[in-house]
């Protein structure tokens, strides 16, 4: 992911693309980034950050 190589994780948010997937099954979709990669060697996101993404980000920005 182009946010770790450059250091800009805490600027990523999560969209779900709705009505195309619900959010929940974006969520899921995403949960899978490491999997994506089509053969092309990536350097894998650590698990925490995934969680951290769709769950905790919204809220810090947010102040809560």
């Known amino acids: 992911m182009i946010g770790i190589e ?3 994780t805490d600027r990523i948010l999560f969209g ?3 009505p195309v997937m619900t959010p929940q099954e974006a969520i899921d979709a ?3 980034i490491n999997n994506w990669g089509n053969g092309i060697k990536l ?3 650590p698990e ?3 969680n951290n993404i769709p769950y ?3 809220f810090e920005l947010l102040g809560l």
Do not use: A, Q, T, V
């Open 6 to 8: 450059y250091g800009i």
């Open 16 to 18: 779900s693309d709705f």
């Open 30 to 32: 995403f949960k899978n």
């Open 43 to 45: 350097l894998p996101i």
């Open 48 to 50: 925490e950050l995934i």
């Open 56 to 58: 905790n980000r919204p």
